[in-house]
């Protein structure tokens, strides 16, 4: 079983918001759409890289898109 990661996100409100898909979004940063929709329900942290192009595609900074509980 995979262990869900502590990192959750606004990625599917930033998504609804822009009217993107997640195949598109996974397109834009070069993954595809399943790592996208891994990434939104929490089953998948991004590399460093993949988040902050997720971050530059809605052109919000990595804090308002990707929070960690402290």
């Known amino acids: 079983m995979v262990k869900p990661t502590r990192i959750t996100n606004r990625i599917t409100e930033l998504r609804r918001v822009a009217g993107m898909s997640q195949a598109e979004l996974g397109d834009r940063v070069g993954v595809t759409r ?3 929709n891994a990434i939104e ?3 998948y942290s ?3 890289e993949v988040a902050f192009k997720i ?3 809605f ?3 990595l804090e308002t898109v990707f929070q960690y509980p402290q």
């Open 55 to 57: 971050a530059q595609v």
């Open 59 to 61: 052109g919000e900074p």
């Open 41 to 43: 329900a929490g089953k």
């Open 46 to 48: 991004p590399s460093l």
């Open 34 to 36: 399943q790592t996208v």
